[in-house]
């Protein structure tokens, strides 16, 4: 048995878990800064570095507490070194360091994206079969990956501009409907008609690419030709359906054409229950999609994915920095320098 500690302070959630062999959650215990960033309309970097310093030791307290176990129980401990906010990243790798310096524990580095990916394996019963073509989506990333086995990915599209979640989140601000705009897009939309408002798809011909902001760009367009009273639930329900036809679409495409086994949901986006239903509708073979719980940033998909870095004996030394931007397709992802 295997048990990993996992740190994720990616953005600007404070998430620390325990899990055994890469698919038993034994913890996972998450300090949130919505409602401190919510007055903002979005994600302040600074403030978000100084809670999560001020949160760091009574979350991992709280998982381990939760989980059950003392430090002489864990195999290693496990950090996101990227991709994310810089000072976000670095509270969390420099807090993984100390416990593995201090514990004798081995270190592992793991790939933000990466991390989101391994949420399917916290799914219970569920069976992940290679290749998968997963769809990673959240608020800083819009990518899709062919994974032809564990640490081998090959990316085949990404966002040209703004990823699915940020294009949400400010679709909400133009409506009035606050932070962070997708669930709010989504609830507001189920008393909408999508087909009132001509929203455009960026299908960007053959690419598997995204691109948001003409889409975004658009509704603000429609916005500003309205009277005092902006159609909010037709306007929601109309650019939500043109990012989960371009997401999908995309996505299913992809599975075909790469003879995919399965497809993967992954991100804070995948929470979003049109994208879910249309997938699942659409796809031509099974689809994984982790529960919303776990779509969000949390540690146990760090640790979960880290499992697989420690059975192949990929450690990161102490002497690793937060990687701000790291893509989930570089060699570093699969093989971190030995300690």
Request: aromatic share 6%; with cysteine.
């Amino acid at each position: 048995m295997t048990r990993i500690l996992g740190i994720e302070t990616s953005c600007d959630e404070t998430a620390v878990a325990v899990v055994e062999d890469g698919r038993t959650l034994r913890s996972n215990i998450i300090a949130t800064q919505t409602d401190m960033h919510a007055k903002y309309g979005g994600v302040v970097p600074e403030a978000a570095s100084r809670a999560h310093l001020a949160a760091m030791v009574p979350v991992i307290d709280s998982a381990m507490s939760t989980a059950g176990v003392e430090w002489p129980d864990l195999d290693a401990v496990a950090v996101t070194r990227g991709p994310g906010l810089a000072g976000a990243l670095l509270i969390g790798v420099n807090a993984a360091k100390a416990v593995s310096f201090a514990r004798q524990l081995p270190l592992i580095a793991v790939n933000h994206l990466e991390g989101h990916v391994y949420a399917n394996w916290l799914v219970e019963k569920a069976e992940p079969r290679f290749p998968l073509v997963c769809l990673i989506v959240s608020g800083g990333h819009s990518d899709l990956v062919l994974m032809s086995d564990h640490g081998q990915y090959q990316r085949l599209g990404r966002t040209r501009d703004d990823a699915a979640g940020e294009a949400f989140d400010k679709a909400a601000r133009m409506l009035g409907l606050g932070f962070p705009g997708g669930p709010l897009i989504q609830r507001a939309a189920e008393s909408g008609n999508a087909k009132r408002f001509p929203i455009p798809r960026a299908w960007l011909r053959d690419s598997y690419d995204f691109s948001f902001s003409g889409v975004k760009t658009a509704l603000l367009r429609i916005v500003e030709q309205q009277n005092d009273d902006i159609p909010v639930a037709d306007l929601a329900a109309a650019f939500q359906e043109s990012l989960v036809d371009v997401l999908t679409t995309k996505t299913v495409k992809a599975a075909r054409e790469h003879g995919a086994q399965q497809i993967a949901l992954a991100g804070g986006v995948a929470a979003n229950g049109p994208l879910r239903h249309r997938v699942q509708e659409l796809s031509p073979v099974p689809v994984l999609i982790p529960p919303i719980s776990l779509c969000t940033d949390n540690g146990a998909m760090i640790a979960a994915a880290a499992h697989f870095h420690y059975q192949a004996g990929d450690f990161a030394p102490l002497t690793i920095d937060a990687t701000p931007s790291w893509p989930i397709d570089s060699p570093s992802v699969r093989h971190v320098a030995p300690a």
